[in-house]
């Protein structure tokens, strides 16, 4: 990733923004970037006062929890439903289709 890449990022989802289009920044920075999780008043205390990276295979995660507890798993961006990780079995487009 690096950071010229983030500067490259930050400069073109600025410009694109003015013009209406939004998630460039994201685009171009990569997934592992839009994962960060961040602080916020609606994540389960005491993980909204701190920046959670996601893990480095968020598949494997969700499949190695799946098996624990016999349940499907999806990680998803609050923002559009991206699907980040899921285990074996869930539907990535019903999950993305949802509001």
Do not use: H, Q, W
């Amino acid at each position: 990733m690096g950071a010229p890449r983030i500067d490259l990022a930050a400069m073109i989802g600025g410009l694109t923004r003015t013009f209406g289009r939004g998630g460039d920044f994201y685009r171009i920075a990569g997934r592992r970037v839009a994962a960060i999780d961040g602080p916020n008043r609606y994540t389960v205390k005491p993980f909204g006062y701190y920046v959670i990276l996601a893990p480095e295979r968020p598949d494997g995660v969700a499949t190695d929890l799946s098996r624990l507890l016999g349940v499907g798993i999806v990680g998803c961006n609050d923002l559009g439903s991206e699907v980040l990780g899921a285990s074996e079995g869930v539907n990535r487009e019903f999950v993305r289709a949802a509001p």
